[in-house]
């Protein structure tokens, strides 16, 4: 008897002893992945890598989160492919929120790879799996968005934002009202959730962007500078520096003063950084794209073309400009100078200081001219939100042509302002014209009798002869393309283009 309750104890001893050590495993894992979470989130990515490669696996499910993590990492520096091949490993996963996490990596693959139909269809597989998942919903929105699909995107972000008042919401429908020229409203968002959550980083960023596009340049540096205090405070040395180039580029001597640091300043800061962790997936995982080396105050869109070395855009576009850059769709930018322009036809020609591979642009043999009745496609980036990641498409139809002497063609397309400068392709993939929105409707009103409203206006691709010349195509039967087709064809051909205007213009 005495024996038997001796083994009973060391039995219970040994239970006790793998409970406490499993529990001690786990805490260690947790411990772990919260670090390395961090690294990410300070984009210290070697760092992070470093972790995850010590972190011992105790089973399957923790093998499937280091998994998503390693993804996460190279989807953030834009390294597409490697993080498509992380997230697959857990294809087949039997934890469900492994596997919703698993369908949002792929939906934000498929998005910097420009295959919308495909960020579509796995953010929604995320959400049959787990609708509370803000992320997929936001992914799904700006798919369709960019899609062309603008009214189904934002009922989807107006219904978060009535629900919900997280940061991401907030910034995601900013940036719808940001990209169709609401920079009221999209401020207004902002400024509103700012008064609740005073210390949003993310927010105070898109702010300053915003405020610096509408003029306002002393907000636009007093939200820049909380970002950068945050990030030398985070040790995000890479984030702090492009900071500071942005501050510096619109007022060169604001650091020639001594920066004052607010006493409860840190604290905030540190909260900031442990909200930032805890919501860690629920936060929208962009890449890295490359930064512009100054502060960008108007931008326009642009197409690659001249095997590379050069980007067309309109001409009022980069009027003014004290320093111009460009960024095309997978994120690499060059900057840029003006080699050539044509008033007449609002045309520009840029050269660029680093050319992209010859395979980014648009073979001058592609050039058609446009007619009356064909299905168009305008692909640019109409604001400074969602859509300053990559472009956005519009469709309609061309629904007049004029001649040579007036060089333009009116489409059903939605053009606006950020627009200006960007491609409209027809379904064959062919490039019919240049997106504009500088009509003088005065001298239309005095020259045809009437104002056109609710029209795109775009100048005849046969006119970019006048600035850069180009062999005439020859018509050919081709193959129509769905419009999210020619979105991921022409992704890497289409250019964002900024520039840092004058003051004295």
Request: proline share 3%.
């Amino acid at each position: 008897m005495i024996k038997n309750a001796v083994n009973f104890v060391i039995l219970l001893s040994v239970v006790f002893f793998i409970t406490s050590l499993s529990k001690i495993y786990a805490d260690n894992f947790s411990e772990n992945l919260r670090n390395v979470r961090a690294e990410i989130n300070r984009d210290s990515l070697q760092e992070a890598i470093k972790i995850l490669k010590k972190i011992e696996i105790s089973n399957e499910n923790q093998q499937e989160k280091i998994d998503l993590l390693f993804g996460d990492i190279y989807l953030k520096i834009n390294q597409i492919d490697k993080a498509e091949e992380y997230y697959q490993k857990n294809f087949f996963t039997s934890n469900e929120e492994i596997e919703a996490l698993t369908f949002i990596g792929f939906a934000e693959v498929r998005l910097a790879q420009g295959k919308l139909d495909d960020a579509i269809k796995y953010a929604e597989q995320s959400i049959k799996i787990n609708s509370n998942k803000i992320r997929s919903k936001i992914i799904l929105a700006i798919a369709l968005t960019r899609l062309g699909e603008s009214e189904k995107g934002f009922d989807i972000l107006n219904e978060l934002y009535l629900n919900r008042k997280d940061a991401e919401v907030a910034l995601a429908i900013s940036g719808y009202f940001s990209s169709f020229d609401e920079t009221k409203k999209a401020i207004e968002i902002l400024e509103e959730f700012i008064k609740r959550d005073p210390n949003n980083i993310k927010v105070l960023d898109q702010l300053a962007s915003l405020h610096l596009f509408d003029g306002n340049k002393d907000k636009a540096i007093e939200y820049k500078m909380i970002v950068y205090k945050y990030y030398e405070f985070n040790r995000n040395r890479k984030k702090q520096k492009q900071a500071k180039a942005w501050i510096l580029s619109i007022n060169p001597k604001y650091f020639d003063k001594p920066v004052k640091v607010k006493k409860n300043e840190k604290k905030k800061q540190e909260e900031y950084e442990e909200e930032e962790i805890s919501n860690y997936d629920d936060n929208k995982i962009t890449p890295n794209y490359e930064e512009f080396a100054f502060a960008p105050n108007s931008h326009g869109s642009g197409f690659i073309v001249g095997d590379g070395k050069f980007v067309i855009t309109n001409h009022h576009v980069i009027d003014g400009a004290k320093r111009v850059a460009v960024r095309n769709g997978t994120g690499k930018v060059s900057e840029a100078t003006v080699v050539a322009i044509s008033k007449d036809y609002d045309l520009a020609i840029l050269e660029l200081s680093n050319p992209y591979p010859k395979s980014f642009a648009i073979d001058s043999k592609e050039f058609v001219k446009p007619k009356a009745g064909e299905d168009v496609i305008s692909i640019g980036y109409p604001g400074i939100g969602l859509t300053f990641e990559q472009p956005t498409i519009t469709q309609g139809i061309i629904s007049k042509v004029f001649d040579d002497e007036v060089g333009i063609f009116l489409t059903t397309a939605a053009i606006n302002s950020g627009n200006s400068g960007g491609p409209l392709f027809n379904l064959n993939g062919k490039l019919v014209g240049v997106s504009f929105a500088a009509l003088d409707k005065k001298k239309w009103l005095d020259e045809e009798g009437q104002i056109p409203t609710d029209m795109g206006y775009a100048i005849k691709s046969n006119m970019i002869k006048k600035v850069f010349d180009h062999e005439q195509s020859v018509p050919v039967k081709s193959a129509k393309f769905k419009k999210s087709s020619l979105y991921e064809k022409m992704l890497p051909s289409i250019a964002l283009v900024v520039v840092l205007l004058d003051d004295n213009q």
